[in-house]
């Protein structure tokens, strides 16, 4: 079985500041990948970061890093610089060997404030 | 813009209507997925097509018929649906494989409401 559990229901961010959003996983596989999904109001899934099981280091896009601890199972987003654009739920999902399709966390609705 | 295209965009219909969601991709992606999601809740997997096959159904009522007539498109079929079916359906698409190669690439949805 493979979970995700994203324990913020609601972020505060000033506009320009950096905010971490929570993802800790459980699976028994070893080899598994983290994804991000950004979903504004408008509805659309926005895919925003990968991170492999077997990578040695964070991932980074732009503005937004992954904060990925192994041992611990935690696989946090970090965006820096902080937009107004970037209000809207964020989604943690999981895909291990064992599975077919990502397995998504219950989300963070990030609110960005001037 | 997204590179997978849903349609319509809402939708509204009786307990007693047909009615069928359309989704299409040009990015040679094998897989593709339905998902349904609630309002303030992730979305859940319906149902996984590969290679134009139905490889997963996860327990969905068959009142949700999915149907893929050729690579690219993919359709479900809605028939004597319920008001607690009113949601957003996602359709996405991936490659085959492993690892990254399964990131979805997702539509904007349909917002269907069942009266």
């Known amino acids: 079985a493979q979970k995700i559990t994203q324990t913020q229901p609601g972020m505060f961010v000033q506009e320009k500041e950096a905010v971490t959003l929570d993802c800790t996983y459980d699976?028994?596989?070893?080899?598994?990948?983290l994804f991000w999904y950004k979903q504004p109001s408008s509805g659309e899934m926005i895919f925003l970061i990968y991170?492999?099981?077997?990578?040695?280091q964070n991932a980074t896009e732009g503005r937004y890093s992954l904060n990925f601890q192994k041992a611990r199972k935690s696989a946090n987003l970090v965006i820096s610089a902080s937009q107004l654009g970037d209000s809207a739920m964020y989604f943690c999902?999981?895909?291990?060997?064992?599975?077919?399709?990502?397995?998504f966390g219950k989300g963070t609705s990030l609110l960005v404030t001037p | 813009d997204t590179e997978v295209t849903q349609t319509p965009k809402h939708l509204v219909m009786g307990m007693t209507n047909k009615k069928s969601l359309k989704c299409e991709q040009h990015?040679?992606?094998?897989?593709m997925y339905w998902y349904k999601q609630k309002a303030k809740k992730p979305p859940e997997l319906m149902f996984v097509?590969?290679?134009?096959?139905?490889?997963i159904n996860e327990s969905v009522p068959s009142r949700f018929s999915p149907e893929c007539p050729n690579s690219s498109l993919l359709n479900l079929h809605l028939h004597a649906l319920q008001p607690e079916d009113s949601a957003l359906y996602l359709c996405?698409?991936?490659?085959?494989?492993?690892?990254?190669?399964?990131?979805?690439?997702f539509g904007s949805g349909t917002q269907l409401s069942v009266l």
């Open positions: 097509y590969s290679y134009e096959k139905l490889s």
């Open positions: 990015m040679g992606h094998r897989a």
């Open positions: 991170q492999g099981s077997y990578d040695e």
């Open positions: 999902a999981i895909l291990t060997n064992s599975g077919y399709a990502l397995n």
């Open positions: 996405a698409s991936s490659q085959e494989g492993g690892g990254s190669r399964k990131k979805l690439f």
């Open positions: 699976t028994s596989d070893q080899s598994y990948g």
